[in-house]
């Protein structure tokens, strides 16, 4: 089943997918002009994900937000209920205030595999209901319903991951936003700005107060995570593109491509070209197994 809300006047897209087949999503091609977010549910038994190259056990009733700027596809994507919309449809950082879930749910870097008790289950479960019924009634009010939809489940998602990666209610406070406010700077300028001291001065904070604070919540130091940002892309366009790598080197804000080179090694023990040539041969391999 896939039910689809267009929004012709602002272009808003909201899809729902389940049970489908084929459910992918490849950024870097096909995908690339669909700049949709992703609210994944896996229903069934655990099963395999692979996101941008890289694969991660997705476990049985699960739920996996993901970035509209992530490829991605799933070993039984039968299994799965999707949710996908544009930032036309619902802006999450303009409503940042309703939902409060960018720079965690979304942006972070880092994939939230997030698991649903039972009663997390039927509730989740009660909304893809609502949903179902929304997109197939076509009326004056389907779009507010649908958005107003959309709004409870990103809220639920969003409490739901704090309570599994943020168990102490008392750190889900002012500095946890700043931490939020942090990885969407990081996301909007980590091509041209890859020094911390840029990160705190946008957030009128020093270096060293921003860097307490993520210790405080058991967090990477502000650098790491600029760096592994930085890297994830590295790898996507290595993955995906045909880009060399000293187009690369300047794509990423990087002046000298010897530099970028030992900076890529350092952080994934593969030269930018080693690591293209594995992953091309980790895909020659895949296909000569699945054909034989």
Known sequence: ?????????????????????????????????????????????????????EQFDFPQQTILPLMFNQSFSFERSSDLTAWQFNREFYCIIDHDSEVSCVGFLFGIGTN?????????????????????SELNTSDHMQNDMLVMLLKRLIITVTQLAKSEYIPDTRQQNERFNIIRKFNLLVEGN???????????????????????????????????????????????????????????????????????????????SFSPIGYRNKKETEEREKITISGE
């Open 1 to 53: 089943m896939k039910l689809l809300l267009t929004d012709a006047n602002s272009g808003g897209h909201l899809l729902l997918l389940n049970d489908e087949q084929h459910f992918d999503r490849f950024f870097y091609g096909r995908d690339g002009t669909n700049k949709y977010f992703t609210i994944v549910w896996n229903r069934g038994d655990q099963q395999r994900v692979t996101i941008d190259g």
């Open 112 to 132: 939230l595999f997030i698991n649903l008790e039972e009663a997390s289950q039927q509730k989740l479960l009660l909304l893809l209901n609502m949903f179902v």
């Open 190 to 268: 980590f091509h041209n700005e890859h020094s911390v001291n840029f990160y705190a001065q946008k957030l009128n904070k020093s270096p060293k107060t921003l860097s307490n604070l993520f210790a405080l919540f058991d967090q990477k130091t502000p650098i790491q995570l600029i760096q592994e940002r930085i890297i994830i892309e590295a790898k996507r366009l290595l993955y995906y593109t045909d880009k060399s790598a000293k187009e690369i080197t300047y794509d990423l804000g990087f002046e000298d491509p010897a530099y970028f080179c030992n900076f890529f090694k350092k952080h994934t």
